[in-house]
C-alpha cells in the first residue's frame, strides 16, 4: 500500500511539473523596484542604474501587485507644484522609468508569444526590452512639445521573443507628458504583467462591458422617441438621455475607443463631460416619475454640472483634472437628497399607505414593506439603488481582501438600468389601462354630445349662410395639410368632388408648371413650413390647379391657424388674382430693385418686374417672361453672389438638401453683404432688364455657344436658366467680366 501511494505521488509531482514547465507564469512588473529620472536616453533603457545613482528617484516595490507611479507625485527639482484651478502652461517634459523583470527558459520557447499589459500610461511614449523598442506612440511638434495625446488604459501587445533572455531583462518606458497632470507616467497601480498573449488578450476583453454598452444605448434611444410620441411623460427624456450618456461615458472608458477617437485627450474629456451629466439627469428621472416636477435642488445641481461641462472643452487636462475634483467633491451631496428624500421619504409614505389599505387592520411592517417594494414605483427604483449599492461594496471589498476580481458594480448597474426600464414599461400599461377606462365613460356621454351637437348646428347653418354666400375661396385644414372643410365656391373653382375632400391634401393642389425649377416647388414647400412651425400668417401667390387641368389659375392665397373646440386648424381664403382696372392707361416705366440672396424675394420681385408688361402682351407669354426672368435672377443670386457651382447644386438637390445649403451660404461672411441689382426699363415697344451680382462672373461665351450647339446634355442641365431666357428675350447680352447681363423682349 505504501509502494502505491508512494507511486501515486511521484506520478502526481511529475504531471504537476509538466504542466508547470508547459504553462508560462505571469510575471509581474511591480514586484521590482522602479528608477525615474527627467530626460532619456537609449544607454539608461539598457541597464538597471547603480544604487544611489545622481538624477534617478527609486520606487519601492508595489505591495499587492499595486503601484501608481505619477510623475507629479515625484516632486523633481526645479518643478513647481501647480496649484488648484490653476491655468498656468507647463511645458511638456520627458522622463525614464526603468525596472527588471526575471524569465526563465520556458517562458521564451519557441511557438509561445509572451504579451504584455499594462493598466495604464500617458501621455506620449516608448516602450523599451532590452534596449529595444517594442511599441511607440509619440506623436510631437517639431519643438518636442505633444500634438497628439496618447494617455490610454489597458494597454496590451504581443511580444517578439527574440527580445527576451533567460534570467534578468530591462523594461523601460520613454514618457513625455505634462509634470503637473496626474496622468503622465503609470497612473493606475493595478495590473502590470506579461504573460501568454492569448492570456492577455482574454484578460482584457471587452466583450462584456461592449453589449452592455450597447444595450444602454438602446434603452436610450428607445425612451427619448416614447418621449417624442408622449411629451408629457418627461421622465422618459430623463432616463432616455441618463442611458445613453452612460453607454457613452462607459465606452470612453474602454480601450476600445482609442481605435475611433485617437486624441485621448478627446476621449478624456468626453468621459468627463457624459459623467457630469448623469446625476442631474438621474435626479430628473427619479423626481419626474415619483414627483411629477423637479426640485430646487436638482435645478441648482443642474446649473452647476453646466457650468462644469462648460469649463471642460477649452481647458488644459489639469485643469479638467481640478474640475473633476470639484465635481468629486460635491457629488456626494445630491445623491444623499435623492436616496433619502426623492426615494426614500416617497418608500415610506408608499409603505404606510399599503399597511392601512388592509380591511382587517393595519398589516405587518415587513408585509407592507415587501408590498411596497414589489408594487411602486418609489419601492422599485429603491430596490435597484440597493442592488446597486451592494455590489458597488462587495467589489470594494473584494478589491481590498479577496482579490476575486469578479466586477459585479457592472452586473449591479446592468440591474439598475433594466429595473428602471421595466418600470416605466409597467407604467406605460397602467396608463394604457386607465385610458381604456376613460374610453368607456366617453361613451356613456355620447347622449349628452349628441344634444349639444343639435343647438351648435344651428350656429353651423348661420356659419354656411356667410361662407357660401361669397364667390371667394374659403377652407379649413388639418395641421397634416388634408382639407377639412371648403366652401361650394373654392370647390367649382377647383373642380373638387365634396366627397373627394377628404383625401386630398392642399399640396396636390398646387401646380407644377413644366417651366418651373424643382428648386423653386422646395421653395413653396419650404415657406409652408415655415408657416405650419411659426405660426405666423402667410400670404403667397400659388398657381392652383383647376376644374381644367391644362390651365392652372392663379391665386392670392392666405393662411392663418385658428382654433376650434379645443383644436388647431388653418382656415385659408383664396382669391383669383385680380386685374389691374388701371392697366389701360399704363404707357412706360423705368424702376430699380436691390435685393439681397434669397430665393423667395426673388420670386417675389419677378411678379412686379412683369406686372405692367400684360399692357403689351398676353397672360401666357408675359408668364413664360416671368419665368424666364426669375431664372436670371436666381442665377445671379446662386452662381454670382453665393458662388454655388454646378456640382454642388446638383449634389445637393440630388440628396434633397438644397434650401438648408442655400441657407448655410447666406450666413458665409464673404457672401452675407452681397446684393443683386435689377433695373426695368418698360416702353410700348420692348422690355429690358438689366440684372447685376457681386460675384466674380463667368465664361459666358463658351456658355452660350454650348447651349447653341446643344453640345450634350450635361451643359443643357448646367445651363438651364440661360437656356429658357434664351428662348424667351430676343437679346442677351453679357458684360465682359460675366456677372451683369441685359435682357430685352420686343414686343409685335
Known sequence: MKSVSTCVALTGTILLSIWTNAAAKRVDLTAEAMYVREGFSKEWVQSIPEKGAPGWIEIAPGKGGKRAIAVKELKFDGVTTRQFMSLKHYPDKTYTFIT????????????RIPGLSLKSIGMNWEIFINGRMVREEMHLEPDGSIRISRGMRDVFFPIDPKTLREGENILGFRIIGNPSFSDTGLYQSTPYFIDDYEKTVQFNSELLSISFIFLYLFF?????FLYLNRRSERYNLFFGLFTILLSVYLFMRTHTVYSFIFDTNIVYKLELISLFTLIPLLGSFFETIIEQSLSMVTKVYGALCALLIILVPFSPLPFSHDVLRIWQATVLAPLLYYFIITIGKSFILEVRKTRNKSQ?????????IRKAL??????????????????????IIDAVFLSLDLV????????????NALILANRFIFLHGKVEKLNTDLERKLYELDAANRTIGLSEEKYRLLVEGTKEGIFSLAEDWSFLTANRAFMKLLGIQAADLGSIKFQDLIFEDPEEKSVMIRLVERR????????VPLEIKLKLKSAFAAEPMEFNVKLEFITMEGRNEVLGRAATAAEDSLLQYFISERQSFEIGNYLRTADDLSYRLVRNVARYMDTPKVNLLRI?????????????????????????????????????????????????GIELSLTPERVAYKITDMGEGF???TMLDRIRNKVNSEMLAHGRGITMAMNVFDEITYNRRGNQVLLVKRFA
Open 100 to 111: 527588471r523583470f526575471e524569465m526563465d527558459k520556458s517562458d521564451i520557447d519557441e511557438g
Open 220 to 224: 436610450g434611444i428607445y425612451h427619448v
Open 360 to 368: 382587517d387592520g393595519p398589516r405587518p411592517y415587513s408585509e407592507s
Open 374 to 395: 414589489i408594487g411602486t414605483v418609489p419601492g422599485n427604483i429603491l430596490l435597484g439603488v440597493i442592488v446597486l449599492f451592494a455590489t458597488t461594496l462587495f467589489d
Open 408 to 419: 459585479l458594480t457592472r452586473y449591479g448597474f446592468f440591474f439598475f438600468v433594466v429595473g
Open 528 to 535: 409652408l413650413d415655415e408657416f405650419m412651425e411659426n405660426r
Open 628 to 676: 424666364g426672368l426669375r431664372e436670371m435672377i436666381i442665377n445671379a443670386i446662386e452662381h454670382g453672389n453665393l458662388e454655388i457651382s454646378f456640382e454642388e447644386k446638383s449634389i445637393e438637390v440630388m440628396s434633397d438638401n438644397y434650401m438648408e445649403f442655400v441657407a448655410a451660404r447666406q450666413h458665409v461672411p464673404k457672401y452675407q453683404g452681397r446684393k443683386v
Open 699 to 701: 465664361d459666358h461665351s
